[in-house]
């Protein structure tokens, strides 16, 4: 059963940092390319940045671009979401998402397989 798993949401204070975990089990990582989404209050749930499963090839939001970055470690079938000078604007559900794709993609509708994500809140 493929399955992915979110973890390290909480709350972290304006400029702080944190960083989530998606594990998988089911399937192997390595094959697969990798998005971080987040749904905001109100929002829809938009992609901020993917790896590719081919070449590690990373795409990012501009949203995010300078302040999160995304990494994958095969060996543990992990995938990382390093985020800093977090915002308020930053609070969300943060969800990861894995599919066979040929290159990047941020769109919601390219990923089969989702984790039940994890909040995230920036607030002092």
């Known amino acids: 059963q493929v399955q992915l798993v979110e973890s390290g949401g909480g709350l972290v204070q304006p400029g702080g940092s944190l960083r989530l975990s998606c594990a998988a089990s089911?399937?192997?990582?390595?094959?697969?390319?990798i998005g971080w989404f987040r749904r905001a209050p109100g929002k829809e749930r938009e992609g901020a940045l993917c790896i590719s499963s081919s070449d590690g090839r990373t795409y990012y939001a501009d949203s995010v671009k300078g302040r999160f970055t995304i990494s994958r470690d095969n060996a543990k079938n992990t995938v990382y979401l390093q985020m800093s000078s977090l915002k308020p604007e930053d609070t969300a559900v943060y969800y990861c998402a894995a599919d066979l794709l040929t290159q990047e993609s941020l769109l919601n509708e390219e990923y089969r397989y989702w984790g039940q994500g994890t909040q995230v809140t920036v607030s002092s």
């Open positions: 089911g399937f192997t990582l390595d094959y697969y390319t």
